[in-house]
């Protein structure tokens, strides 16, 4: 949870005293550890796909917040982006009053589904304990809707999906690219059957991991901020086509990769990147309309006190160039 008060006097200090953006080091907050999902910008900087601009990509990992961590960054004089979803910058946006702006999207389409033990016709179904990751609950309960307190107990379910397996839970999260390809090997070796559902099915189509910065940063600092989107999506399109290789790279900075689970990971990320619109407009398309519906479910759940004008929440100056193969 964020703290209010210390974010707005952060952002406070940016806005009184603008030359602490003056430094030159550029530091992306990423949500997620080193993984082929997540791994564009460390294989951009070791490509040499940023040009001259110095980057630090920094890990994340559960509790971490990208969004505390980039307002921290910018009030120690760092030039600062992150990588969070979207659903987590519209609310800082909304309920903290920070200038968040993406820039960019990593997947046009959510990596989430609902794994179960039992089939899921409608939103009734969901009932009980339901695991899944702190910060990434949006999805679910604007699938419940208002009142989603009364329907579920939402539960950490860390960092993989054993408790789920174990049969102590009903209902956990899985990521087409990691979890749900564990699913599908571990329930097979039980001998089970478990079910699987897309938040499509409930009218929930939202974006995943989008690439943010402040409205002052792409104020003053336009062409960095075409550099590092352009730099960030030219490192994803080098290693959906050199898997093997980019696997080597990534594997210098996190040690403990292992190699079947990056390699399951290239698939499920090429469909999830790659879309009609990204095709046409290049990797990283911000897709308007998906900004709008998840403004509009987020507000008809009650998660936003009133709807935004989410038009500020993102912006289409930045188009990567990069087109998929």
Same mark, same amino acid.
């Given at each position: 949870?964020?703290?209010?008060?210390?974010?707005?006097?952060?952002?406070?200090?940016?806005?009184?005293?603008? *030359?602490?953006?003056?430094?030159?080091?550029?530091?992306?907050?990423?949500?997620?550890?080193?993984?082929?999902?997540?791994?564009?910008?460390?294989?951009?900087?070791?490509?040499?796909?940023?040009?001259?601009? $110095?980057?630090?990509?920094?890990?994340?990992?559960?509790?971490?917040?990208?969004?505390?961590?980039?307002?921290?960054?910018?009030?120690?004089?760092?030039?600062?982006?992150?990588?969070?979803?979207?659903?987590?910058?519209?609310?800082?946006?909304?309920? +903290?009053?920070?200038?968040?702006?993406?820039?960019?999207?990593?997947?046009?389409?959510?990596?989430?589904?609902?794994? *179960?033990?039992?089939?899921?016709?409608?939103?009734?179904?969901?009932?009980?304990?339901?695991?899944?990751?702190?910060?990434?609950?949006?999805?679910?309960?604007?699938?419940?809707?208002?009142?989603?307190? $009364?329907?579920?107990?939402?539960?950490?379910?860390?960092?993989?999906?054993?408790?789920?397996?174990?049969?102590?839970?009903?209902?956990?999260?899985?990521?087409?690219?990691?979890?749900?390809?564990?699913?599908?090997?571990?329930?097979?070796?039980?001998?089970?059957?478990?079910?699987?559902?897309?938040?499509?099915?409930?009218?929930?189509?939202?974006?995943?991991?989008?690439?943010?910065?402040?409205?002052?940063?792409?104020?003053?600092?336009?062409?960095?901020?075409?550099?590092?989107?352009?730099?960030?999506? /030219?490192?994803?399109? #080098?290693?959906?086509?050199?898997?093997? +290789?980019?696997?080597?790279?990534?594997?210098?900075?996190?040690?403990?990769?292992?190699?079947?689970?990056?390699?399951?990971?290239?698939?499920?990320?090429?469909?999830?990147?790659?879309?009609?619109?990204t095709k046409k407009q290049g990797l990283g398309y911000v897709?308007?309309?998906? #900004?709008?519906?998840?403004?509009?479910?987020?507000?008809?759940?009650?998660?936003?006190?009133?709807?935004?004008?989410? /038009?500020?929440?993102?912006? +289409?100056?930045?188009?990567?160039?990069?087109?998929?193969?």
């Amino acid at each position: 949870m964020m703290n209010r008060h210390w974010l707005l006097a952060s952002l406070f200090l940016l806005i009184v005293n603008p *030359s602490l953006l003056s430094a030159q080091e550029v530091v992306v907050h990423e949500a997620w550890g080193v993984h082929m999902e997540t791994g564009g910008g460390w294989i951009a900087a070791e490509k040499g796909f940023y040009g001259n601009v $110095k980057m630090n990509e920094d890990q994340g990992g559960l509790g971490v917040s990208p969004i505390q961590n980039v307002v921290h960054s910018l009030k120690q004089g760092k030039l600062a982006f992150g990588v969070d979803y979207p659903e987590n910058i519209l609310r800082a946006r909304e309920k +903290e009053r920070i200038d968040l702006v993406a820039v960019s999207v990593d997947l046009q389409s959510s990596a989430m589904r609902i794994i *179960s033990w039992k089939p899921i016709i409608s939103s009734r179904d969901i009932k009980g304990v339901f695991g899944i990751w702190p910060g990434l609950d949006v999805k679910i309960k604007c699938v419940i809707g208002k009142g989603w307190e $009364k329907q579920l107990i939402i539960q950490n379910q860390g960092e993989d999906i054993r408790l789920w397996l174990a049969g102590g839970w009903p209902f956990s999260s899985a990521m087409t690219y990691h979890e749900l390809i564990t699913a599908q090997r571990e329930v097979k070796r039980m001998g089970k059957t478990f079910y699987t559902i897309d938040y499509k099915h409930f009218g929930i189509n939202w974006m995943d991991l989008a690439l943010f910065t402040t409205g002052d940063v792409i104020k003053k600092y336009p062409s960095l901020v075409q550099a590092i989107v352009t730099g960030r999506y /030219r490192g994803f399109q #080098w290693a959906l086509e050199n898997p093997r +290789e980019s696997f080597e790279i990534l594997k210098k900075i996190r040690e403990d990769l292992d190699f079947v689970r990056e390699m399951d990971a290239v698939s499920p990320l090429m469909f999830l990147m790659i879309s009609p619109e990204t095709k046409k407009q290049g990797l990283g398309y911000v897709l308007p309309q998906k #900004w709008g519906k998840l403004a509009r479910d987020m507000f008809k759940a009650g998660l936003l006190e009133q709807m935004p004008d989410v /038009r500020k929440t993102y912006t +289409e100056r930045f188009p990567s160039g990069v087109m998929p193969k």
